[in-house]
């Protein structure tokens, strides 16, 4: 087991490319990051695993569409008869030089992004305007943002005068033989089982864009051999998590059945 420099283990993560020097020269240079890719290739994983490395404190972020500003940063709050004032973990990211991750920033709405700005460019600060403070983002302290260039769309895309605020790294889905050993050691299932099934997800990622919108993620793989390993019948776990997840349409789930049945058989 690895463990980190504050003696903390560090998760597992495969590296494909140089990604994790550069996470760390951009750490070391005080520059955000942005990581682009499809959903469940590894990107969080990849987070939590260069934290851990870096011996900081991670803070997650989930963005959806009711996201604001104030759930980064905070808000006054009634405890007890009083009005006190409670950080978010954006704010608390900050304050702590840790690593801040907002996951599929993209969902969250228009005012957080603008939050992020004076973060991001030589100022490193977060103005609170509510508590008339301004922090000042200690050496550590690192700003992460990730989203899925396969779902953007007018209303949802990241403006150029934010996406050029960021040092950029694309992810994809590892070459077979590199996600046949990831799955392999994640699921506990024995290499031979798991190659059919990386297969398998290759052949269903081709058809992105034709009958789905996104392929078999790296994450799905390893919840279907997880399935198998524990005693499920391959075909079952294979439509559990490889078929069921992808599509609600009974003509595209039989179109895929049959590409798993001439697959793998």
């Given at each position: 087991?690895?463990?980190?420099?504050?003696?903390?283990?560090?998760?597992?993560?495969?590296?494909?490319?140089?990604?994790?020097?550069?996470?760390?020269?951009?750490?070391r240079n005080r520059l955000p990051v942005l990581l682009k890719g499809p959903t469940g290739c590894g990107k969080?994983?990849?987070?939590?695993?260069?934290?851990?490395?870096?011996?900081?404190?991670?803070?997650?972020?989930?963005?959806?569409?009711?996201?604001?500003?104030?759930?980064?940063?905070?808000?006054?709050?009634?405890?007890?008869?009083?009005?006190?004032?409670?950080?978010?973990?954006?704010?608390?990211?900050?304050?702590?030089?840790?690593?801040?991750?907002?996951?599929?920033?993209?969902?969250?709405?228009?005012?957080?992004?603008?939050?992020?700005?004076?973060?991001?460019?030589?100022?490193?600060?977060?103005?609170?305007?509510?508590?008339?403070?301004?922090?000042?983002?200690?050496?550590?302290?690192?700003?992460?943002?990730?989203?899925?260039?396969?779902?953007?769309?007018?209303?949802?895309?990241?403006?150029?005068?934010?996406?050029?605020?960021?040092?950029?790294?694309?992810?994809?889905?590892p070459a077979p033989e590199a996600e046949t050993a990831i799955v392999a050691r994640e699921s506990g299932l024995?290499?031979?089982?798991?190659?059919?099934?990386?297969?398998?997800?290759?052949?269903?990622?081709?058809?992105?864009?034709?009958?789905?919108?996104?392929?078999?993620?790296?994450?799905?793989?390893?919840?279907?051999?997880?399935?198998?390993?524990?005693?499920?019948?391959?075909?079952?776990?294979?439509?559990?998590?490889?078929?069921?997840?992808?599509?609600?349409?009974?003509?595209?789930?039989?179109?895929?059945?049959?590409?798993?049945?001439?697959?793998?058989?």
């Open positions: 087991m690895t463990t980190g420099p504050d003696g903390m283990a560090v998760p597992f993560y495969a590296a494909t490319g140089n990604e994790v020097a550069l996470f760390e020269h951009a750490h969080t994983r990849f987070v939590a695993h260069m934290a851990a490395r870096l011996g900081r404190p991670l803070h997650t972020v989930s963005c959806h569409d009711d996201l604001t500003a104030a759930d980064l940063t905070g808000r006054y709050l009634l405890k007890g008869g009083d009005t006190v004032w409670a950080d978010g973990p954006l704010t608390r990211a900050v304050r702590e030089g840790a690593v801040c991750y907002l996951d599929e920033v993209v969902e969250a709405r228009k005012d957080v992004t603008v939050v992020l700005h004076p973060l991001t460019d030589d100022r490193r600060i977060l103005p609170l305007e509510r508590t008339g403070e301004t922090l000042e983002a200690p050496p550590d302290f690192m700003l992460v943002v990730s989203y899925n260039p396969g779902y953007q769309n007018i209303l949802k895309s990241l403006k150029p005068s934010t996406r050029q605020r960021f040092v950029a790294i694309s992810f994809d889905f024995e290499h031979n089982q798991v190659a059919p099934l990386v297969r398998l997800a290759n052949a269903l990622r081709a058809l992105k864009g034709q009958d789905l919108e996104e392929g078999v993620s790296t994450r799905l793989l390893i919840y279907c051999a997880t399935l198998i390993r524990s005693g499920l019948p391959r075909g079952d776990a294979v439509l559990a998590a490889m078929v069921e997840p992808l599509t609600d349409d009974d003509e595209v789930k039989a179109a895929l059945l049959r590409t798993a049945e001439l697959t793998i058989g």
